[in-house]
């Protein structure tokens, strides 16, 4: 049974370009959430997806979207990245009547120069 | 404004000790709270979560505390084995946000062999 997986691992960026970072979720779950973690910090919400709707939204910028396919994958899209979008963006999985329950991938390290 | 917040941010035990980590919260709403374990280079992994209709939850060597008028909970980690040294956070959600979890800062624990 597969976990949660993300693409790719790691990522460096330049200021003011785009990112888009990918994320399956454990098999069987249908909500995707995407935290960011920055360095010595705890998770910070950006978003949940459900049936490819945004459900719900953290305290983040537009720049900030994002993206639910119908086999419940989902993206993250960054556009005009700042430095202090570097951080560990998480993705985590849950099944909906559960949400609280959630499963984190590895998560993907997004350096902004 | 930290929704969660979470003490000591560092903590040595000796092998075969017990960790205690505390959290504490403010917005009587939030009716789970998970804790999770975090080692370097890895996303969190859910430990033990707890409803606020019980006290007291343990799962293995873990154990978590919960304090409904005092608004606080802790961890517990009976007989701490040196591979249990990583970053515990605790998280704290509510019924209205559909699953987002709102994180302290971390209390990253060191187990001396």
């Known amino acids: 049974d597969a976990g949660v997986t993300q693409s790719p691992t790691h990522l460096i960026k330049t200021r003011g370009q785009q990112v888009t970072l990918r994320c399956s979720p454990k098999s069987g779950h249908d909500t995707v959430s995407w935290y960011q973690q920055a360095l010595g910090q705890g998770p910070q919400f950006i978003f949940q997806?459900?049936?490819?709707?945004?459900?719900q939204r953290g305290n983040f910028p537009d720049r900030f979207s994002g993206h639910q396919f119908p086999n419940y994958s989902s993206e993250l899209n960054v556009n005009a990245l700042l430095l202090g979008d570097s951080a560990l963006y998480l993705c985590?999985?849950?099944?909906?009547?559960?949400?609280?329950?959630?499963?984190f991938g590895p998560g993907t390290r997004l350096t902004v120069t | 404004q930290q929704q969660v917040k979470q003490s000591p941010q560092s903590l040595i035990v000796q092998k075969g000790g017990i960790s205690i980590i505390n959290c504490a919260y403010e917005?009587?709403?939030?009716?789970?709270f998970p804790w999770y374990q975090q080692f370097p280079g890895k996303g969190p992994a859910l430990l033990i979560a707890i409803r606020p209709d019980v006290s007291e939850k343990k799962e293995g060597r873990f154990t978590i505390s919960f304090n409904k008028s005092a608004k606080q909970f802790s961890l517990h980690i009976m007989d701490s084995q040196p591979g249990d040294s990583a970053t515990y956070f605790c998280?704290?959600?509510?019924?209205?946000?559909?699953?987002?979890?709102?994180f302290g800062r971390g209390t990253q624990l060191t187990v001396w062999p």
């Open positions: 998280a704290a959600g509510r019924g209205s946000t559909l699953g987002r979890l709102y």
């Open positions: 997806y459900y049936e490819e709707e945004e459900r």
């Open positions: 917005n009587t709403a939030f009716d789970y």
């Open positions: 985590a999985s849950s099944l909906t009547g559960n949400s609280y329950e959630q499963y």
